[in-house]
């Protein structure tokens, strides 16, 4: 069945550092990939999309890789400050989305 | 200002009866969605329409059932038959949900049986 890996353990870092959260993917050929930000008791938001045929992608702070190979995304918030702390959810989509349970990132100063 | 509601924000409901979960959006959207997010879990879908009048079952449709009479609204029933309704539930659109654009969510409603 299609599964999607992202790491249950939060992740703790430091303020200014670079935070990367993977997700890893098996028995699936997504046709793109999105990645959303979630706070608690709040609906997701959308933050970045990028399909099969693009490796990488950029937005002010924000990359992400897409390694069809390796089945598996990086998503990388660099210069990360506190008010980036909150679960970031990838998902996998042909036809629909379907969601990784996420990761916590704690920014601490 | 354009966006996606839902109501209410919080629901309590006694074991046995049905309950409507609201979700407007008014960004013109032609696919909508109803996901089930339990803790610990991530999002799993329950029903979505990628037109008015027309919708198809998600990954756990049992024990929902939606409508799609107007554009803007998804309306989701939570029915008896569902085994384990106590959750958070979200709605979502996007443009066309066949090409991969983002989706918009709604803020929730957290369902609590009582």
């Known amino acids: 069945s299609q599964k999607i890996e992202q790491n249950s353990e939060a992740l703790n870092i430091q303020e200014g550092k670079t935070a990367t959260l993977t997700c890893n993917y098996t028995?699936?050929?997504?046709?793109?990939l999105q990645w959303y930000r979630q706070d608690p008791g709040r609906g997701p938001v959308f933050l970045l999309l990028i399909r099969e045929n693009e490796k990488e992608k950029r937005k002010e702070r924000l990359k992400v890789t897409f390694d069809t190979t390796l089945k598996q995304s990086l998503f990388h918030i660099t210069a990360s400050q506190p008010a980036d702390s909150a679960t970031y959810l990838c998902a996998l989509g042909t036809d629909k989305l379907i969601f990784g349970t996420g990761t916590r990132l704690q920014v601490f100063p | 200002d354009g966006g996606i509601t839902q109501s209410p924000k919080y629901l309590f409901r006694k074991e046995g009866q049905n309950v409507t979960l609201s979700c407007e959006q008014n960004l013109n959207h032609d696919a909508m969605y109803w996901y089930r997010q339990d803790p610990g879990q991530g999002l799993r879908l329950i029903y979505y329409?990628?037109?008015?009048?027309?919708?198809q079952k998600g990954d756990i449709a049992e024990g929902y059932s939606v409508s799609r009479e107007k554009k803007e609204s998804f309306p989701l029933t939570v029915t008896s038959a569902q085994k384990n309704p106590t959750a958070f539930y979200l709605c979502a659109s996007s443009i066309d949900g066949r090409r991969g654009d983002e989706q918009f969510f709604g803020p929730g409603t957290r369902l609590t049986v009582l």
């Open positions: 028995n699936y050929s997504p046709a793109y």
């Open positions: 329409s990628q037109i008015v009048n027309d919708f």
